[in-house]
């Protein structure tokens, strides 16, 4: 079962418009893997227009439709958000949110 959603198509166009500078607007507070999960789940709910409660943190990301263009689009907003660089390859090596989430918990040393 796949999901698709236009909106997925449109997240490069719209995100490159939304961009802030990363050493601006840096998040810099050490952050768990839940909040990092949790962001990850409103973030695939608000752009595929689902209720939260459906994202599942176990479904990879290209089920739910998200191309390799629209992953560099979620690490940019992620990289905002968290204040740091990140591997734009990220979601290819941690393919769902719980894997991205514990590994990045993990690697940043952020909060467990």
Request: net charge negative; hydrophobic share 40%; glycine share 4%.
């Amino acid at each position: 079962m796949e999901i698709q959603n236009p909106k997925v198509a449109q997240m490069s166009m719209e995100s490159e418009s939304n961009k802030t500078d990363v050493k601006e607007n840096a998040y810099k507070k050490p952050v768990t893997a839940a909040e990092i999960q949790a962001w990850l789940v409103s973030y695939l709910a608000e752009v595929l227009e689902i209720d939260p409660n459906n994202v599942e943190v176990r479904i990879s990301f290209e089920r739910y439709g998200l191309d390799s263009s629209a992953a560099v689009v979620l690490i940019g907003d992620m990289e905002d958000w968290l204040g740091y660089e990140l591997d734009p390859t990220l979601l290819v090596d941690y393919p769902t949110i719980e894997a991205l989430s514990g590994h990045l918990a993990k690697e940043y040393k952020v909060k467990i």
